[in-house]
């Protein structure tokens, strides 16, 4: 029930979370109570994107973020140290689940959230990984993958930070490849170092693509030189755990920037990588799946600043926080699925990523009411299958986004319709055998656009009150999702202002 009011409310603020007092508390003692697990939540969104990524080649993106709550310090107990050593606040470190062949987000695979607590020993660079930090970027892939079980084929996706040799060491399998951006220039297993190596190999052709904007970056046209080969990388010194391979086969793909604004900002990604590399087709392809990589930044954007602002919680127990973080990393990947698949994209997309049986049925309920009457009013998705586009675009309809020219962003977007949750409930009580007559008045009242405002929640108790509208349920009766003809209900009086009650 949070991560429902969390999603369509898209705050972390409990004050708007929450209706009534009691739910207030309830919340508040949700986050603080100790039995409830931050994996149990993500566990729940693993299984789901699990089902997503049934049968396809997923990419497994993985980088980590800090939540600051320094601004908030003084008000804050039990939180670690981030990145500049002297804020107070908690790291995240999602997984997302991406579909190679198309971009569009799965789900989320995994997270690893923590807080630093301690400083780091002396000897930090000698530990076994496991008693690292570092060792999230190989449990958390190794999780995700678990949490994949359908899926033929996966790639993990990270940026210069993963680049560890554990990590290659021990995360490729038959049906796991790896990419990683490399940040050391490592030795070779015989002599000469990587860098200089991939740099002597003869110029295999040139790409051309757009450059994101980040911030302080304008985005640009990039043209880049291909290089690419074979590596042998030796395992370092440091640290050398007797359990892998004194050294590593790896492919390398080198890009670099053809005149580039300033030496500083060029453009040169070393990639390494288990996948096999022999044309610059190859090459090509790899440095498209690591630009998707951009996805997991988008993540951090909408949970942060631009949607969900999981930095303004007042929620002062650090404990608490990270239950708070785990529930607003699952928001902020449905935020996103949701904006990915808002235009055509999302008509191929398979609803049922986001929505379950009965949310898809009373969403089919709810678009046919926000429907205008002019062309641009109707929802522009055909109504064969529930996609995530059609589905997508009544929450978007309602935020009267979709009339203008611009797509609705992370900004505007609601998962939801802020009344999906209780128009479901109603609905599966419905469902319930012995309530037959009751899911016929949901649907009617749905259909006719009532149960909004008239379905009313205090406590546990909930009253549907049938609208007088109800006169006008057309001859031919209702549909429910599947096309299936609904009878109307016959007498009004019978159900005016019945209680019902609901878990
Ligand atoms: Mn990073």
Request: proline residues 7%.
């Amino acid at each position: 029930m949070v991560l429902e009011r969390v999603c369509t409310r898209i705050s972390t603020s409990l004050r708007q979370l929450a209706d009534t007092r009691a739910e207030k508390i309830a919340f508040t003692r949700f986050f603080g109570n100790p039995r409830v697990s931050p994996l149990e939540i993500l566990r729940t969104a693993a299984a789901r994107a699990g089902e997503a990524a049934a049968g396809r080649h997923v990419l497994i993106i993985e980088d980590t973020s800090e939540i600051n709550y320094q601004a908030k310090a003084l008000r804050k107990r039990g939180l670690g140290r981030v990145g500049n050593g002297t804020d107070v606040g908690l790291f995240v470190h999602p997984a997302l689940a991406v579909d190679a062949a198309d971009g569009s987000v799965l789900g989320l695979a995994g997270a690893t959230i923590w807080r630093r607590t301690k400083p780091k020993q002396a000897n930090y660079q000698a530990l076994p990984i496991e008693d690292k930090e570092s060792h999230k970027w190989l449990a958390t892939a190794q999780a995700a993958r678990r949490a994949l079980p359908e899926t033929p084929l996966a790639t993990v996706i990270a940026d210069r930070e993963g680049d560890i040799y554990e990590v290659f060491a021990r995360l490729p399998d038959a049906r796991t490849h790896v990419l990683i951006r490399a940040t050391k220039d490592r030795a070779l297993a015989e002599h000469g170092r990587l860098f200089a190596e991939i740099a002597k190999q003869p110029e295999a052709g040139r790409l051309v693509f757009e450059l994101e904007a980040r911030p302080g970056r304008p985005g640009r046209t990039v043209t880049l030189a291909v290089r690419f080969g074979q590596a042998s990388i030796r395992q370092p010194k440091t640290g050398a755990d007797r359990r892998d391979p004194r050294s590593l086969s790896l492919n390398i793909v080198e890009v670099r920037e053809i005149d580039p604004p300033s030496p500083k900002e060029a453009v040169i990604w070393r990639l390494l990588t288990t996948h096999s590399v022999t044309t610059l087709a190859d090459a090509a392809r790899i440095v498209d799946l690591y630009r998707r990589r951009w996805t997991i930044e988008q993540l951090f954007r909408t949970l942060k600043s631009q949607a969900i602002d999981v930095e303004e919680s007042l929620l002062a127990d650090g404990e608490a926080l990270e239950r708070l973080a785990a529930t607003t990393l699952v928001a902020a990947t449905r935020v996103m699925q949701l904006v990915h698949g808002r235009d055509a994209a999302g008509a191929a997309f398979e609803a049922a990523r986001l929505f379950d049986p009965a949310e898809i049925t009373v969403l089919e309920a709810l678009i046919r009411r926000l429907e205008g009457r002019t062309e641009k009013q109707k929802n522009p998705h055909p109504r064969t299958q529930p996609r995530l586009g059609r589905l997508g675009h009544c929450p978007a309809r309602r935020m009267d986004r979709l009339c203008q020219r611009t797509a609705p962003g992370p900004h505007y977007i609601h998962p939801w319709p802020p009344t999906l949750p209780r128009h479901r409930r109603g609905f599966c009580l419905g469902q319930q055998p012995s309530t037959t007559d009751r899911c016929v008045r949901t649907l009617a009242l749905v259909g006719e656009g009532g149960l909004a405002k008239r379905g009313r929640m205090r406590g546990t108790a909930v009253t549907w009150r049938i609208p007088s509208r109800e006169k006008k349920v057309p001859a031919g009766g209702l549909e429910d999702g599947a096309g299936q003809p609904l009878p109307v209900p016959a007498s009004r009086t019978r159900m005016m202002g019945r209680k019902v009650a609901i878990s």
